[in-house]
């Protein structure tokens, strides 16, 4: 990871965290739907939660680019608890407070959070019917070894604030279906606009501030990191051809949050 003194040297920095399925969860990445120029994003599974609530329930979620629900892309009789965060809908991420989270600590208003995924093209057909994880494993493996497979930027997040919340009873609405919530456990919150990315970006054919990425991004195993800087990652972005659609939740969602015990509150 890039030093604290490589991240203030220019403008806000275009920070990478890798999310959803993938081979160390899963066992295998999410489905890019070529002809729909979108990708199904898959959460990882969440171990913790026993009884989902239908946010994180598997078969009450709707995939965005397709319409199906999310368990379609998940192995017949091996469906799990989503762990649904980020929120690219609702515009957070949050990540455990102790031990440390994966953003650096000096984080904050301005920096741009980069949402990148493994994602694989399927054959046509292949998600009409439920699959067996090993079905899916093994044409997965078929789609890497042909070259049909990688890392993408998939979304972005415009970090307008960050908090840290120790008392759930006294967190923002937005928040309130962070999966961190069910298991009470105390977060840092980035809250912000969303973009999502359509299609999803090779990573690999966006600027990189440190070319010593290539290697990892090509073998898949670059987890997070700087990326790139705010203004190089847009410009490259629009100038490819590809199409940034913001939404998000404006201030007025997360601005005058109570103030509680052990609630540091935002921090602008």
């Known amino acids: 990871m890039a030093k604290a003194e490589d991240l203030s040297l ?7 965290l890798r999310v959803y399925a993938d081979t160390s969860n899963a066992g295998y990445y999410s489905p890019l739907h070529e002809d729909l120029g ?3 994003l898959v959460p990882i599974p969440d171990p913790k939660i026993l009884r989902p609530p239908p946010w994180l329930d598997p078969d009450m979620v709707v995939d965005d680019c397709t319409g199906a629900p999310l368990s379609t892309y998940m192995p017949l009789g091996g469906e799990w608890p989503l762990h649904r965060d980020p929120r690219l809908d ?3 991420y949050t990540e455990p407070l102790h031990p440390r989270g994966r953003m650096p600590r000096f984080a904050g208003k301005e920096w741009i959070i980069v949402f990148i995924a493994g994602l694989a093209v399927y054959p ?3 998600w009409e019917r439920r699959r067996r994880k090993a079905e899916i494993v093994r044409e997965f493996r078929r ?6 497979a990688g890392v993408y930027a998939v979304a972005l997040l ?10 759930w009873r006294c967190a923002p609405k937005i ?9 009470g456990e105390p977060v840092r919150a980035f809250i912000g606009r969303v973009a999502v990315i359509e299609p999803p970006a090779p990573v690999l054919s966006l600027p990189l501030a440190d070319k010593s990425r290539i290697e990892a991004l090509k073998r898949g195993r670059f987890r997070k990191g ?6 190089d990652l847009l410009d490259a972005l629009v100038s490819a051809g590809f199409r940034v659609k913001w939404a998000g939740t404006g201030t007025s969602s997360y601005i005058n949050v109570p103030k509680c015990r052990g609630d540091h509150g935002p921090s602008y």
Do not use: I, N, T
């Not at 220019?10 to 990478?16: F, K, L, Q």
């Not at 789609?143 to 049909?148: D, E, M, P, V």
């Open 10 to 16: 220019r403008e806000p920095p275009a920070y990478a």
């Open 38 to 40: 979108c990708a199904s």
């Open 90 to 92: 609702l515009g957070f």
């Open 143 to 148: 789609s890497y070894a042909r070259g049909l």
């Open 124 to 126: 046509r057909g292949f």
């Open 175 to 183: 928040l309130g279906e962070s999966p961190h919530r069910v298991y």
């Open 158 to 167: 415009d970090v307008e604030a960050v908090l840290e919340v120790q008392d």
């Open 226 to 231: 700087l990326l790139s800087y705010r203004r």
